[in-house]
């Protein structure tokens, strides 16, 4: 069922550009995010477009197929073989996230391997444990899985109206195929994580197919909207201590989670793991320390039920927050003049520092001066709550990133002021986890998404 699900889906997508093509529509061509942000029809949002800075991207492997290392790519390959030698021998596990072939002995847990025991602190040495919970009592880390999603504008209006910020776990091909929807997380004040390059099980990869997914990732999120990530979440909780050598290595903690929606299945269920969810919170089950909530901002129906849930989950939690800000850490990305507020600070009403000159720059904006002070800073792409106005410079190319060139190597996230280890207090996920479906794609990739697409999937 599940199959036929993403058949439909990828079907239905194949269909949709290939009508495109064949009526021969223009690609509008789209270069900043402030006025992508006024789009209100979805089907608008979804259709392909040109971003011109695109054109001055470094090569990135083929959206949506297993990543590997670039033919050529010199940085890419100096950086692996850097770090390769400290990256555990540990075969590969299962077959393309099937692992019901694995012999593995989940007493003694050698690899702390989350997908079969639910482990969240790591065995190797010099590693941090995962982030499966936040510290802060009756609080929530608020955050949205497999973004940025082509047609996510009134979702992310809902949170402009609600002065709410989130975490965003991106997925590499989503930010090249979609990039000012990537670019609106940032310019909306959201924290921006990575999410793989191709929503693969990562502990089936090999070791340098593993750091290609996590390093492409990074190098698209910084291209495209000029920041170095310092978090990640593996697709379907998939880690071991030599994913988690390779994550360290490149400058980024782990962010698991403790409740999951599964909203992106569908269905009644969803209405229940909701309500659940907001019952342990009313029934004091978070009153000692706060929790991680997994959604995903994969399509109108997950995004749906984040709206309609999210008075109730205001209603139970005293505090919804972005992950870094219940970790206290100011500085979410390796550009230090990009910051973020305290768990203070943003539950006293600033839920966002406003982003520096030379962020909006690489955006294609122009800062001028506020014009009056705000308890609550905000460069919304809607225009709430603002504090610094910005001016559109259309079709202008990025300047150079904040701190360093969009091939730059990731540098140590900031440590969090918080002392509190992550747990994980429920079942892992079953070993074998299906496919989800995928978002739409832009014309600039169609070609190699078609291809990868139909080898994928088998058509």
């Known amino acids: 069922m599940l199959t036929n699900r993403l058949n439909l889906v990828v079907l239905s997508s194949l269909t949709t550009h290939v009508l495109s093509l064949a009526v021969k529509r223009a ?7 402030v006025e992508f942000a006024k789009i209100t029809d979805p089907t608008q949002e979804c259709a392909p477009y040109w971003y011109p800075p695109s054109d001055n991207y470094p090569q990135f492997p ?7 290392i670039v033919a050529g790519d010199t940085a890419a390959q100096n950086k692996w073989n850097e770090i390769k030698g400290k990256i555990p021998n540990t075969p590969p596990k299962g077959v393309n996230g099937d692992f019901s072939n694995v012999q593995y002995d989940n007493s003694k847990d050698p690899d702390c391997w989350w997908t079969a025991t639910g482990c969240v602190t790591p065995k190797l040495a010099g590693i941090a444990p995962d982030v499966a919970r936040i510290p802060e009592p009756l609080s929530v880390g608020y955050g949205f899985d497999d973004g940025p999603n082509c047609s996510h504008n009134a979702f992310y209006d809902y949170m402009v109206q609600k002065n709410q910020k989130a975490t965003m776990f991106f997925i590499g091909s989503n930010v090249i195929n979609w990039p000012l929807q990537a670019q609106r997380a940032l310019y909306d004040g959201h924290e921006i994580c990575a999410h793989s390059w191709s929503h693969s099980s990562m502990t089936s990869l090999s070791s340098e197919q593993a750091f290609a997914e ?6 698209a999120i910084k291209s495209v909207a000029g920041v170095t990530v310092t978090c990640w979440r593996p697709p379907y909780g998939d880690t071991d201590d030599r994913i988690r050598a390779i994550v360290n290595a490149l400058g980024l903690s782990t962010v698991l989670w403790q409740y999951d929606s599964d909203d992106w299945k569908g269905g009644a269920q969803v209405d229940t793991n909701y309500k659940t969810f907001i019952g342990q919170a009313k029934g004091g089950e978070f009153s000692k320390q706060g929790t991680i909530y997994l959604q995903h901002e994969i399509d109108e129906f997950t995004m749906g039920k984040a709206m309609e849930y999210y008075p109730s989950m205001k209603d139970a939690f005293k505090y919804m927050v972005p992950v870094a800000v219940a970790l206290n850490k100011t500085h979410p990305y390796a550009e230090a003049e990009v910051e973020f507020p305290t768990f203070d600070e943003y539950i006293s009403g600033t839920v966002r ?3 520096p000159d030379s962020a909006l720059s690489y955006l294609g904006l122009t800062a001028t001066p506020p014009s009056s002070a705000s308890s609550s800073p905000s460069n919304s792409a809607t225009g709430a709550s603002t504090s610094t106005s910005t001016t559109a410079s259309s079709g202008a190319s990025p300047s150079s ?11 140590a996230p900031a440590t969090p002021t918080s002392t ?17 479906p995928k978002p739409g794609k832009t014309m600039q990739s169609f070609i190699n998404w078609l291809i990868g697409g139909l080898k994928r999937w088998g058509f």
């Open 214 to 219: 996590i390093y492409y990732t990074v190098q």
């Open 62 to 68: 083929t959206t949506w197929g297993v990543a590997n």
């Open 401 to 411: 990133p904040p701190s360093s060139s969009p091939v730059s190597t990731p540098t």
């Open 353 to 355: 520092k406003p982003l």
């Open 27 to 33: 690609e509008p061509d789209r270069s900043n995010v």
């Open 420 to 436: 509190r280890a992550a747990t994980n207090t429920v079942p892992p996920s079953t070993p074998t986890q299906p496919s989800k």
